[in-house]
């Protein structure tokens, strides 16, 4: 693996939060309002406010969304996999299908009615807008593996587990490593719907509460927070997608 | 001694009346009739899409003729046996594995311990001038080099038969030429019974002292060409073998007709 294109990619992330700063410093000195402070408030307001109740915020919305995220792959991903045998794909890709393209933000209600108002409803509906774009991504990739590598494990003798273990899982992995990272964004704009009322903790519930309050460097500090929750899942989901697909990054 | 006729108590693979008929109404094989002696080293050789691959699979117990049956030893073959391995031209090696992986994946399978797996895998990689590439993935390899590595994942099995579809179509003719010599020695080093599927006249008549050709899909036995001379590493330069190339080349026109 060749160090420099680590430290270009390293460098490349510098130069684009520099760049970000300097636009939002730059549109907070024109419009000159309140409502947009200049970054270096902000941080202020960040430090200040993670020393008080911030972190604690930060940490409830972070489990919310990796504990969505952990129980939509734990469904998702066997289900997917399992596609690979057509029995179950006849069954499968139907329900998927029609239940796919549904705005899944709506079974709020329903989920509300099943399981209240507490984390546990606001971690399910992460979860199940999550678990379709898993399930989706992994039943196309192993609906895609060559027949010619399960030949290969039938001549060696292998049982149908064997071939799950050492074929469909593998080969779907990189493919599933990167659904979930792209499913943080969706997992945190969730979050913020779900924090948005009927609690009184999390990041979402802080800035909306920043907000009716008028106090634009906490509300910033905030959104911050919650951009930095997002960057720093997808970058683990990175690493881990890097640590266990080596072979893809050669 | 390897022999062509050998008593028939002699023979190892025996394929009675194969007729395969895919679901989607492709006719592959009809009526096909085959012994392959043990020790043998065969070519199966015919037009494209002559049904080739699809006669291999059924010798390998990974698809079930819709008609007939092969017999491995007097015993019917319904799926895979481990005393036959199998080596496809593409795709056989698993590029999520690391060299050392895909070659000891086999005897993972059958329960082959560790420290045993390791001595064996080792060995073998070292024969194949592979050790030093043993942590390698497949995609760092040439394409020499990774057939040769699907060549140890079959061998780790000690396998007696030895099936191999177009294992080295997609290969340089030099590369091509020293792998030839490869399961030449193979062969001759180790008893094994070997079964050759190629779409190259020359390969064919250069590593199978029994050349089948099959005819146009429905595949069935068009002719057994016996080809004493192979077995010798010179033997692409001589005569005799031109000749037996020609003979080959016929029996091929003569079965797409």
Known sequence: MPRGKDEHRTWSYIIAGLLLLIVWHLASLILDSPALPAPLTVFYALIDRMRTDLYLHLLISALRVIYGIALAGSLAVPLGLSTYNNRFDRIIAPIVYLLYPIPHIVFLPLIILLFGIGDLSKIILIAIIVFFQILVTTRDEARNISSNYIFSMLSLGATPMDIYRHVILPACLPAILTAMRISVGTAIAVLFFVESFATQRGLGYLIMYSWSMMDYPALYASIVAMALLGFSLYLILECVERKLCAWVYL | ?257
């Not at chain 2, 579809?165 to 070997?194: H, V, Y």
């Not at chain 2, 004493?228 to 001589?238: I, V």
Request: hydrophobic share 45%; glycine share 8%.
């Open chain 2, 1 to 257: 001694m390897r022999t062509l006729s050998g008593a028939a108590n002699d023979s190892m693979i025996e394929a009675r009346n194969l007729s395969m008929v895919y679901p989607d109404g492709t006719e592959a094989l009809r009526d096909l009739n085959l012994v392959i002696h043990r020790g043998a080293s065969c070519s199966i050789i015919g037009p494209s899409g002559c049904g080739k691959t699809t006669l291999l699979f059924i010798l390998a117990g990974l698809l079930k003729p819709t008609k007939g049956q092969v017999l491995l030893d007097a015993r019917e073959i319904v799926s895979p046996t481990r005393g036959v391995a199998l080596i496809l031209q593409d795709y056989g090696l698993f590029p999520w594995k690391t060299v050392y992986e895909n070659v000891a994946l086999g005897l993972k399978l059958q329960g082959v311990r560790k420290r045993e797996r390791r001595a064996i895998v080792m060995s073998l990689l070292k024969e194949l001038g592979l050790s030093e590439f043993a942590n390698h993935y497949p995609k760092q390899l040439s394409g020499g080099m990774q057939q040769r590595v699907g060549f140890a994942r079959a061998l780790a099995l000690k396998p007696e038969i030895l099936l191999m579809d177009e294992p080295l179509s997609s290969l340089d003719a030099l590369t091509r030429e020293t792998l030839q010599n490869f399961l030449l020695a193979l062969w001759k080093n180790n008893g094994m019974t070997m079964v050759l599927v190629t779409h190259s006249i020359e390969e064919a008549v250069f590593l199978g002292r029994e050349i089948i050709v099959l005819s146009r899909r429905p595949g069935h036995v068009v002719k057994i060409v016996e080809n004493f001379n192979a077995g010798d590493e010179n033997y692409r330069s001589k005569e005799a073998f031109f000749a037996k190339c020609r003979e080959v080349r016929m029996s091929i026109e003569h079965g797409a007709i």
